[in-house]
């Protein structure tokens, strides 16, 4: 394994992530509601004067992003052969660690540098909410459950990548 491509894999794919997210974000501020602090929700639908409504989910809804956990499927396979995992076991490790690292990159970049401290992508009249956009504990929580899943998505994914390759 190449540690070098591997390390260049992680910075390419945050920056895309990264990218992808405040894109979202500046064409849609209110594309990820369900992430925020429940008090940032509050206040953004009582200063707007709307209701927090649950989205149901349509077919077309579940099957894109069906298609979008398919390419990240094999996107991540593809990262791990490339970064030279041969076998399931560099492939799971390789896979868990990418995982991490975009946890981690959206945990503790996105989430508690840039949306803290950015008011331009911050909910709209939501933007004097400082103290409840530096909540570091309440993105850790949300984060730390997702860690077995991680797991399991290695696991398909080194499963993949060696079927694949």
């Not at 405040?22 to 209110?30: I, Y």
């Amino acid at each position: 394994m190449s540690v070098s491509v591997y390390i260049l894999e992680c910075v390419v794919m945050c920056a895309v992530f990264g990218l992808f997210v405040f894109g979202m974000l500046l064409v849609n501020p209110v594309s990820f509601i369900g992430d925020y602090p429940p008090e940032i929700q509050a206040q953004y639908y009582s200063s707007q004067r709307k209701e927090a409504v649950k989205v149901k989910m349509t077919f077309l809804t579940i099957f894109r992003k069906s298609i979008g956990i398919i390419a990240f499927l094999f996107v991540f396979a593809w990262m791990a052969h490339i970064a030279g995992a041969e076998a399931f076991v560099d492939g799971l490790l390789l896979v868990y660690g990418y995982m991490i690292v975009l946890a981690a990159f959206d945990t503790c970049f996105l989430d508690w540098v840039l949306f803290a401290n950015i008011k331009r992508v911050r909910l709209p009249g939501t933007e004097h909410m400082d103290r409840a956009y530096h909540q570091k504990w309440f993105h850790v929580k949300v984060m730390l459950p997702m860690l077995p899943v991680f797991a399991v998505g290695g696991v398909i994914i080194s499963l993949m990548m060696t079927w694949i390759w």
